[in-house]
Structures are given as C-alpha cells and as structure tokens.
C-alpha cells in the first residue's frame, strides 16, 4: 500500500520559516506530480503548491507566491516545500499528495495519494 509521510510542522512565530518533506513508501510507483494542499480549522483543503515532473514545472497558489518553494525527487516520489515569511494565516494542516496520472494539478480531485497531514502553527 502506497503511503505519503509529511514531516517538518511545527511552531514558529510570524517572519519565520519552516520546510516540510514528504516521503513515499510501499509499492514502486510512478507519479506524474506531487503537491502540497492546507487545511485551516472550518475550512476548506486548499491547494499550495505542485511540481509536475514533466519539465519540472511548479506551481502556487497566489497567496504563498514568492514566499514558499516547492522542489522534489522524481525517482524518489519525495518532495518538499520552504516556507519562508510565514504568516499567522498559514496556520494549518499541510497535506503532501502524489498524482499517478493527469494533467491538472489544483485540485484535491487530480491526486491519488494523500499523507496524514503535519501540523504548521505560525504565531503572530
């Protein structure tokens, strides 16, 4: 069974930055890209970044434009993101997730695999 582990959440103040990792495990498989997504309490799953792998295009979300960088292995389904000059409201849980096959990329309905989620606190 495929599974997605996110690592590197925590607690930081306002200005900070953290960088979170994910790393697959299980059977062999071939993705065609990998993201990141948030979730805030009462909130909606929102998309943050992705990486295709296929020309190594990324992509973000307007709101962490600048500030976040996505990178990743694609022999090894590992990817990452930097987070720089956090905010308070990028409070949230921060999901990693693995596409097998497709061409969008920020939608929760593109991906096929999901991690449990790290949690990133950020305190003003």
């Known amino acids: 069974q495929v599974q997605l582990v996110e690592s590197g959440g925590g607690l930081v103040q306002a200005g900070g930055s953290l960088r979170l990792s994910c790393a697959s495990s299980g059977p062999t498989f071939s993705t065609s890209a990998m993201g990141w997504f948030r979730q805030a309490p009462g909130k909606e799953r929102e998309f943050v970044a992705a990486i295709r792998w296929s020309g190594s295009a990324t992509y973000y979300a307007g709101s962490v434009a600048g500030r976040f960088t996505i990178s990743g292995d694609n022999s090894q389904n590992t990817v990452g993101l930097q987070m720089n000059s956090l905010k308070p409201e990028d409070t949230a849980i921060y999901f990693c997730?693995?596409?097998?096959?497709?061409?969008?990329?920020?939608?929760?309905?593109?991906?096929?695999?999901w991690g449990q989620g790290t949690q990133v606190t950020v305190s003003s």
């Open positions: 997730a693995a596409q097998v096959g497709g061409v969008l990329v920020r939608s929760t309905r593109d991906y096929d695999y």
